[in-house]
């Protein structure tokens, strides 16, 4: 047995799951059905997490039926703090639609579709959760500080220039910090991702029989969280320097 194997194994054997196969020939049989539509089917469900799978829409036009996979509202500990993904933050996203007569289209297809809009999910719901951690909210105040300190030197460089015009003034301002800005917490989201809930991707790779998919997210769930605050601290701190203000002064245009 490989070492995928038998870490799925031991997967299968420790955690609580359920998984439902939906058969492709059975949403072509009934997605005419009204009863239908209103149901939604588990593909995944653990002690912690349920995934469940819904009809959408019939597209007359192009002759396919939209779906949607759907991670239910969860918490979970991490370290002395719990983090919850709740109603209105629940993540959704669209399959792939299924043509309605189409015979290139199969169960295999419709499995891998399902299974990438799962993952997508899980994606979607972890970049929720990092913005409640303490490094994210720390970053986007940080994003705060950078831009008052350009509005600061626009706004010397308007009054020096005699520019008294509201909506030249705001409009200047504006571009001028768009152009400049930095966003920290982008490095904290990229740094966090696939660290929150690395075993809700291997899990759900392990019960949808992807062995490919599984050993893609070993690695990348497998990396080291690193410190980055401290570079992020490091790069805020400049803003107060001289220097960083004699640089950002050389980026103002001209009126």
Same mark, same amino acid.
């Given at each position: 047995m490989c070492e995928s194997e038998k870490e799925k194994t031991k997967m299968k054997s420790n955690i609580s799951t359920q998984l439902v196969y939906l058969d492709l020939k059975l949403i072509l049989a009934n997605y005419k059905n009204p009863k239908f539509w209103a149901k939604k089917w588990t593909i995944f469900k653990s002690s912690q997490f349920e995934i469940v799978w819904y009809l959408y829409s019939i597209s007359c036009t192009d002759? %396919?039926?939209? #779906?949607?996979?759907?991670?239910?509202?969860?918490k979970i500990k991490r370290g002395n703090k719990t983090l919850a993904l709740n109603y209105w933050y629940a993540s959704s996203t669209f399959c792939d639609s299924i043509p309605i007569d189409n015979s290139d289209y199969t169960q295999e297809v419709l499995n891998r579709n399902i299974l990438s809009s799962a993952l997508e999910v899980i994606r979607s719901s972890e970049?929720?959760?990092?913005?409640?951690?303490?490094?994210y909210k720390e970053a986007k105040k940080a994003n705060e500080a950078y831009e008052d300190e350009l509005k600061e030197i626009a706004e010397h460089f308007l009054n020096d220039q005699g520019v008294?015009?509201?909506?030249?003034?705001?409009?200047?301002?504006? %571009?001028?910090? #768009?152009?400049?800005?930095?966003?920290?917490?982008q490095e904290i989201?990229?740094?966090?991702?696939?660290k929150v809930l690395p075993n809700l991707y291997l899990l759900v790779c392990s019960w949808f029989n992807s062995?490919?998919?599984?050993?893609?997210?070993?690695?990348?769930?497998?990396?080291?969280?690193?410190n980055v605050w401290i570079k992020i601290w490091n790069q805020y701190r400049?803003?107060?320097?001289?220097?960083?203000?004699?640089n950002?002064?050389?980026?103002?245009?001209a009126i």
């Amino acid at each position: 047995m490989c070492e995928s194997e038998k870490e799925k194994t031991k997967m299968k054997s420790n955690i609580s799951t359920q998984l439902v196969y939906l058969d492709l020939k059975l949403i072509l049989a009934n997605y005419k059905n009204p009863k239908f539509w209103a149901k939604k089917w588990t593909i995944f469900k653990s002690s912690q997490f349920e995934i469940v799978w819904y009809l959408y829409s019939i597209s007359c036009t192009d002759n %396919k039926i939209s #779906s949607c996979v759907k991670i239910l509202p969860f918490k979970i500990k991490r370290g002395n703090k719990t983090l919850a993904l709740n109603y209105w933050y629940a993540s959704s996203t669209f399959c792939d639609s299924i043509p309605i007569d189409n015979s290139d289209y199969t169960q295999e297809v419709l499995n891998r579709n399902i299974l990438s809009s799962a993952l997508e999910v899980i994606r979607s719901s972890e970049c929720s959760l990092i913005m409640d951690y303490a490094e994210y909210k720390e970053a986007k105040k940080a994003n705060e500080a950078y831009e008052d300190e350009l509005k600061e030197i626009a706004e010397h460089f308007l009054n020096d220039q005699g520019v008294t015009h509201k909506d030249i003034r705001e409009a200047y301002i504006d %571009k001028y910090v #768009s152009d400049n800005s930095l966003d920290y917490t982008q490095e904290i989201s990229k740094n966090l991702q696939y660290k929150v809930l690395p075993n809700l991707y291997l899990l759900v790779c392990s019960w949808f029989n992807s062995p490919e998919k599984f050993e893609e997210y070993k690695k990348l769930c497998g990396g080291v969280r690193k410190n980055v605050w401290i570079k992020i601290w490091n790069q805020y701190r400049d803003i107060k320097s001289e220097d960083w203000v004699n640089n950002m002064q050389l980026k103002l245009e001209a009126i």
